[in-house]
């Protein structure tokens, strides 16, 4: 079903993809990235999470390179080195600056706060241009399950990445336990944080199984990348 | 019934040993268990606990032996080279009976090793973390729902026995994400006369020591020790069987690689291979009984392990023989895959026609 209308007019040359640790940034990247390309794009995936070395997007290389998608992985993740040091890339600067036509770039930035410093150091760079900052938010996720929480993270995290976020997305979920119930759930949790922060609700995922249900918002199916070794 | 929430293992085990009735937390940051003390360096506060970042791994466990001394559920978490630094407090804890949890979110090894996950503490758990005549009570959770009951349990076996207790998870484990449901936070806690918590002038002194300058005496609290271990032994012990009924061959894995051990598993069943699941949950005491009720039956054992082969040990002490004991496992961060499990689960089963 590709990316909803308006996720995709919320999508801007360059994207950046914030959030609380966790809630699910990186699955959300990637399918962001491989639908893209589907909708003919030339896409350059920025994995700008230096905070945790687990699960994040560079170690998708090889699905991302299978769909053409240029990754820029910070310095140390990958060829087996999982080097606990945060260092940034030469090539994300460019990348930034030379978005725009037929060239996306998404930033995977890592969680929280501390995880949105690095963008800071590119602000004036994105700034520069047409930006997105989606801020992905998951209903179910420890310690932002109020409203209230997840409005704190947000606005902790546009301090650490010196930008503003200008949507949001809803990706409630349990993993392989998501229900309908949760994706609902998940919604009216989302819009308070959108009446909130005075910010657009432009989608809730899905896992693909929830997709025949009608919601009074746009659904964006999203397939599971990022898991476990025996999932 | 509790609405479950998203949480990665660390985090789960923090919360559930808030949970639990934990108010103290020492720790030191190291990778890939960052999360736990970062979890509590946010929550303890506001359930009016302490959380303190000590100077050194020696430091902060330490800090528990003091706390546990004092009678608080007291805890500290690490991972690998970490943990073997608390290990002399460890000891000394083991050695004036006091009840903690120590965590240990274990990487590759040795030395600094990797920062990836692994299984290779399993001796240094299991044969005592430290000097001296002690062991300690050792839990493998293998999902995160595991790694929130266990952490909850274990503060009430730790006091029940006046024991160090540890759960051995590893970095899968701990960064892994999965739905939880949480404990009930407890409101009554074990009384603890034994405590130093001042006498008051109304009671003889509590002392809490492990120094003995009478060699007999010493041994004699060895011997006091030893026979509360045989308790342990008797009441503790936790496994879990999958499909070992009617197995021919019983893999035998624990943590992390018991779910990739159970990929394999079914995938082998699939096939018509009759291959079970035997899933320690205490590492110590090893679930000898149950294990040994499968001895006779099943024709082969295999042990996976993110390791060279520790697990195994245990595994033979029980089989004595009766059955080959086979090993397979990866080392340093490598995780297995289901598929390699399979291949060694095939090449067993076609061993077995001969």
């Excluded at chain 1, 922060?197 to 929830?210: E, I, S």
Aim: hydrophobic residues 40%.
């Amino acid at each position: 079903m590709g990316i909803p209308n308006g996720l995709l007019e919320a999508l801007k040359p360059v994207t950046l993809v914030v959030g609380h640790y966790g809630v699910g940034k990186t699955n959300f990247s990637v399918n962001l990235a491989i639908d893209l390309v589907g909708q003919g794009y030339e896409v350059t995936l920025i994995d700008l999470d230096i905070v945790n070395p687990y699960f994040r997007a560079s170690e998708q290389r090889k699905l991302l390179e299978e769909h053409g998608i240029d990754l820029v992985a910070p310095v140390f993740a990958e060829s087996g080195s999982s080097l606990d040091v945060p260092s940034l890339t030469g090539r994300i600067a460019p990348a930034i600056e030379t978005a725009g036509g037929n060239r996306r770039v998404i930033i995977d930035v890592g969680g929280d706060d501390a995880g949105s410093v690095a963008v800071g150091r590119y602000a004036r760079f994105i700034e520069a241009g047409d930006y997105a900052m989606i801020c992905v938010l998951n209903r179910y996720r420890n310690l932002v399950q109020a409203p209230e929480d997840a409005v704190e993270n947000l606005r902790e995290i546009e301090v650490a990445s010196r930008l503003k976020a200008t949507a949001l997305v809803s990706d409630a979920h349990l993993k392989a336990e998501t229900t309908r119930e949760v994706v609902e759930n998940g919604v009216v949790y989302a819009r308070e944080v959108a009446d909130a922060c005075d910010l657009p609700l432009v989608a809730a995922c899905v896992p693909p199984c929830l997709t025949k249900i009608s919601y009074d918002v746009d659904l964006y199916s999203l397939k599971m990348y990022v898991r476990s070794p025996w999932e | 019934m509790a609405e479950k929430v998203l949480m990665k293992g660390n985090e789960a085990i923090a919360e559930s040993a808030i949970r639990a009735g934990c108010r103290f937390f020492f720790g030191y940051p190291i990778t890939p268990q960052t999360e736990l003390a970062a979890y509590m360096a946010k929550r303890m506060p506001k359930e009016g606990g302490t959380y303190l970042q000590a100077e050194s791994e020696v430091a902060a466990i330490n800090m528990v032996y003091g706390a546990s001394a004092a009678g608080a559920r007291v805890m500290t978490s690490s991972s690998s080279p970490g943990v073997s630094l608390k290990s002399e407090g460890v000891s000394y804890i083991a050695g004036a009976d006091l009840p903690c949890l120590i965590i240990n979110i274990e990487r590759g090894g040795p030395g600094l090793g990797s920062i990836q996950p692994s299984q290779s503490d399993y001796w240094q758990a299991t044969r005592a973390l430290g000097h001296g005549d002690f062991q300690m009570v050792v839990y493998a959770p293998s999902t995160v729902q595991e790694m929130a009951d266990l952490a909850y349990g274990a503060f009430d076996i730790a006091d029940k026995y006046r024991t160090p207790v540890m759960i051995l998870g590893d970095g899968m484990l701990g960064q892994m994400m999965e739905p939880v449901e949480l404990p009930e936070p407890r409101t009554e806690l074990p009384e603890k006369p034994w405590a130093t918590t001042g006498h008051g002038n109304k009671r003889e002194k509590n002392i809490a020591n492990s120094l003995y300058l009478v060699a007999e005496e010493l041994e004699k609290t060895n011997f006091e020790r030893f026979e509360r271990y045989e308790v342990i032994k008797a009441n503790e012990q936790m496994s879990e069987e999958v499909d070992c009924e009617d197995a021919d061959i019983i893999v035998v894995a624990f943590g992390a690689s018991s779910r990739i051990a159970r990929s394999a598993v079914r995938a082998a069943r699939e096939e018509g291979i009759k291959a079970g699941l035997f899933r320690p949950i205490t590492l110590w005491p090893f679930p000898t009984d149950a294990l040994k009720a499968t001895v006779g039956k099943a024709k082969a054992y295999l042990s996976v392990e993110m390791n060279m082969g520790q697990m195994v040990d245990d595994v033979r002490l029980v089989v004595e023989g009766a059955a080959p004991v086979d090993f397979y496992g990866r080392t340093g961060g490598v995780i297995p895959t289901p598929a390699e499990v399979l291949d060694k689960i095939r090449q067993i089963n076609e061993g077995l026609g001969e």
